[in-house]
């Protein structure tokens, strides 16, 4: 499977982030996310350090149906500095396998009143 590019929607330095659902499949079958950890690491530039992370372990994202491969980021506040952000959604299968489904990038724009 290719890597799928999906750039989220420009957000608001710390506003309610609304859940958002992936579904990952593989030849048009779903992944089995059952012992999977998943998570996001967003970074100012692809090689730069990490600036934040989301992930299963942290309870930022969260494996919602393991057998149809579905898993969301949660609602939560996002409140990042404003910048423009690289990340890739990494997940590590039971068996240790190490996958990187999708990337892309993610505006954080600076609000007014904080």
Sequence with gaps: MEQAIY???????????????FTVSVNEEPLTLTGASIRMHLRLAPLHPVAHELSTAEGHIVITDAVNGEFQIKKQIIDFPAALYWYDIEITLANGDIKTYVAGKWQITQDVTH
Excluded: I, Q, R, S
């Design 7 to 21: 750039n989220f929607n420009p957000h608001v330095k710390g506003d309610t982030f609304e859940a958002l659902t």
